[in-house]
């Protein structure tokens, strides 16, 4: 293995419990706007944000959507596809309570707050996002991540988003690192691990449990489109095997 000097995590769904804390946040938004959403089937429509969310996050990834666009449209397709017809005024004020609730839920990955303790000694540690700049601090804050991290690389301070070169760029100029002595680790494929791969850094693949476990039964690594990361993990405590 090479030597690595710094270790470069994405935030939301490697160390940050992206689907746990958003189901916390959904869950009192629910509560505190009951009675402009009545008996919607709550399950049904957080699968439908997810799902939305997910396709929004990547046209904005390739600026085709802007950020006020996402953080509203993500909710009023979701509320369209379980057919409630909110008002704008209501979906509005729903995506903005969302960005303030969601950010200081402080649930973190599996084995997170274990495996920084056991880097610190031996790495520097930085963090790249593409997420809204104004949440993100308030995310690291409450799930107490903050204490580890040297270099905060944003997409908005940067100027362009993962999977782009360029904040990869950016990211080792505001660490002083070298892209042979650095590795990035993330659970998306096309933003963290490809946009490694083509800057040149090699990547931990932070896997679903269920795409790990499918590609052990077939004998081989988790891999698409003809390539396999660096590493692949499906938990953060495995990767105390490889540094």
């Not at 935030?11 to 009951?34: C, P």
Request: glycine share 4%.
């Amino acid at each position: 293995m090479k030597p690595y000097k710094h270790l470069f995590f994405d935030l939301d769904g490697t160390l940050w419990d992206l689907k746990r804390n958003t189901r916390a946040a959904m869950q009192e938004l629910f509560t505190t706007h009951a009675d402009a959403i009545g008996h919607l089937d709550f399950e049904l429509f957080f699968q439908r944000y997810h799902h939305h969310n997910d396709l929004v996050w990547a046209l904005y990834r390739q600026d085709k959507i802007k950020k006020d666009e996402l953080r509203y449209v993500r909710f009023e397709r979701a509320f369209s596809d379980v057919n409630h017809h909110a008002a704008h005024e209501f979906i509005d004020r729903f995506s903005l309570d969302f960005l303030d609730v969601a950010p200081r839920q402080s649930l973190t990955m599996e084995g997170a707050h274990a495996l920084l303790d056991y880097c610190a000694p031996h790495y520097d540690m930085h963090i790249i996002t593409n997420g809204f700049i104004e949440v993100q601090g308030h995310k690291m804050k409450a799930a107490k991540l903050e204490p580890y991290f040297k270099a905060i690389i944003n997409s908005e301070h940067a100027g362009v988003r993962k999977p782009h070169p360029d904040i990869f760029h950016y990211a080792l100029e505001q660490a002083g690192a070298k892209r042979e002595e650095s590795l990035m680790i993330g659970d998306d494929w096309e933003a963290d691990i490809l946009g490694a791969r083509d800057f040149g850094m090699d990547q931990v693949y932070l896997a679903e449990a269920e795409e790990a476990h499918n590609a052990a039964l077939q004998g081989k690594g988790v891999h698409r489109h003809n390539y396999k990361p660096t590493y692949t993990v499906h938990s953060l405590l495995e990767l105390m095997d490889i540094l």
